[in-house]
């Protein structure tokens, strides 16, 4: 075979060549960098999606506290709505921002922490210029029962749960001992959204550890908590669901906070008393000091309180037990009444307790006995609080011993209050519950400190016990009793046969001896009789025989 000729390419032909090379280098640029966009995502995707699980494993459980929690129940109505108070911070001054609740059910301040709370004075009410502290405002309130919502503005990143829980605990107290006559519902913190880059130093997980810290303050305190979460919280993220909060920000919706109150009235306290002495005379909330137009009203409410000019002044003893109200001329009343008062007039008030009694304060939260009211600018109506001065003490006085795995109860006594079965018991420095008594079963060696404590209006007694549980003694082992040989039977004597007597022999007659014959021719000369001799004891049988021998010779 011959050599073929080499074809050289055409012009057209390398240009074919060049575009395909080409479009193919763009695919391969095109398929890495795809790649490598695919996979920037699915690492995000991953990593999102592993941060939400571990957040849904630590999210709050609040079945740990069901004594606390409160349960469904069926609708408690509008009413129960319109008899609460809502108290809180931002997301709580929301309920009448959205017109879903009157200025009069809430007290909410933007940015309050739990710190400020009982501290803080910025609120106001009608006609007056002074700026109140919330527990200051719920005594004037005198709401039937309070739902506090607090807790999102201490959640940022390193904050302390104890110290939270310290403050929180300081705040109850507080309203506690300025108005008693409430119920208290602890309500959970919202969470926040996944998308919370307006607050990014929230921590929804802070959040977890608070709400739980807050159910068992609850369960300790005896309270209630209203656990939202159940509505606000998206188990598939472990954050707040999204519709229900502006893109980024950590602040509720007006459906949020609907769906809030419905959750209140399907889960409402109920079975208490209403407690409160009064609800005479309550103020109305201003949004801020009276300048003019004030409240929701603005200045319809201003005209009517400038067209009023004369005022009330109402005084009362609690119960009309504890105590009695003195002013100026008048003493021993249970209750006082001013009118025609005017912005120039001052009514000073004195509280006197009875004998085995003590003042506690006065319903708007006034602690002290003598108050003076004066520059009246709308009418007044008080309380005054008398409680019986309390002694907590140990029926079984204060201190006893006992032997171990023995059982032992102790009773409290309660003098001044009624209210035995609110007495708080711990032993050993942990919560043994309330009630009158306490009982164990089984007592370990040692020391043991039982102690008891009631607050009764603020007022707060106590008692310590030491019990001590001693070792059981040792029991002294008994010997072991040693057998005690049988002893043989004694062989009874064999009775000697008493001998026959021996008869004594019968004697063998004396034979006489035969006269001898007298000669007849010389007669015998009368014998001189012979003297009897003394008789003889009677001569052996031997004898006798040898004498019959011999007589025989």
């Known amino acids: 075979m011959g050599n073929e000729p ?59 506290y069901p004594d606390a929690v409160l349960a469904e129940t069926k609708d408690a109505g509008k009413e129960y709505i319109d008899q609460t108070l809502f108290v809180g911070d931002s ?36 006609n007056d210029t002074t700026a109140y502290t919330i527990p200051q405002a719920i005594a004037m309130m005198k709401p039937r029962r309070i739902v506090l919502m607090m807790g999102t503005n201490n959640a940022n990143e390193g904050n302390s749960v104890d110290s939270f829980i310290s403050s929180y605990t300081s705040a109850l107290e507080s309203i506690q001992s300025s108005y008693p ?37 609850c369960e300790e305190k005896d309270l209630k908590f209203l656990d939202i979460t159940e509505i606000l919280l998206d188990q598939s993220t472990g954050y707040g669901k999204s519709q229900y909060y502006q893109s980024g920000d950590i602040h509720l919706k007006k459906d949020a906070l609907t769906n809030i109150m419905d959750y209140a009235r399907t889960h409402a306290y109920e079975g208490t008393e209403d407690r409160r002495p009064d609800t005479n005379n309550i103020p109305k909330r201003s949004k801020q000091t009276n300048t003019g137009s004030t409240g929701q009203n603005g200045d319809s409410q201003s005209a009517s309180s400038e067209a009023q000019d004369a005022f009330t002044a109402q005084y009362n003893v609690d119960k009309n037990v504890g105590g009695t109200l003195t002013s100026g001329d008048e003493s021993g009343k249970t209750s006082l009444r001013f009118e025609d008062l005017t912005s120039k007039d001052s009514i000073t008030v004195k509280a006197v307790a009875d004998e085995g009694y003590e003042f506690v304060k006065w319903s708007d939260g006034n602690t002290n006995a003598t108050r003076t009211d004066k520059k009246f600018k709308q009418n007044v109506n008080v309380t005054a609080m008398f409680s019986a001065k309390l002694k907590l003490s140990f029926q079984q006085g204060s201190s006893a011993e006992i032997t171990e795995e023995k059982p032992f109860t102790l009773n409290a006594v309660l003098v001044g209050s009624s209210d035995i079965n609110s007495v708080q018991w711990t032993v050993d420095g942990s919560d043994a519950g309330a009630g009158e008594s306490y009982h164990q079963d089984s007592w370990s060696v040692g020391k043991h400190t039982i102690r008891i404590s009631i607050n009764v209006n603020g007022r707060l007694s106590n008692a310590e016990f030491t019990l001590t549980v001693n070792p059981k003694p040792t029991p002294t082992p008994s010997p072991e009793p040693t057998a005690t040989p049988t002893p043989k039977p004694t062989q009874a004597p064999t009775a000697t046969p008493t001998p026959q007597p021996t008869q004594a022999p019968t004697a063998a007659p004396t034979a006489t001896p035969a006269p001898t014959a007298t000669p007849a021719s010389t007669p015998a000369p009368t014998p001189a009789p012979t003297p009897e001799p003394a008789p003889e004891s009677q001569p052996s049988s031997e004898q006798t025989g040898e004498q019959q021998l011999g007589s025989e010779h």
């Open 6 to 64: 080499k074809r050289s390419l055409t012009y057209k032909q390398k240009q074919a060549i060049l575009v395909l090379a080409i479009c193919a280098l763009a695919l391969i640029v095109t398929t890495t960098v795809m790649a490598v966009l695919v996979s920037q995502k699915g690492g995000s995707g991953d990593s999102s999606s592993s941060t939400s699980q571990v957040t849904v494993q630590n999210s709050f459980d609040a079945s740990k």
């Open 91 to 126: 997301n709580t001054e929301r309920y009448h921002r959205y017109g879903l609740l009157s200025l009069d059910q809430v007290l909410g301040i933007e940015g309050l922490t739990i710190q400020r709370l009982a501290t803080e004075p910025a609120i106001y009410f009608q």
């Open 181 to 217: 006559y409430t119920d208290i519902i602890i309500a959970a913190i919202p969470p926040v959204p996944e998308d919370h880059s307006k607050y990014p130093n929230i921590s929804q997980e802070l959040i977890n550890e608070m709400n739980d810290a807050l159910a068992a303050l």
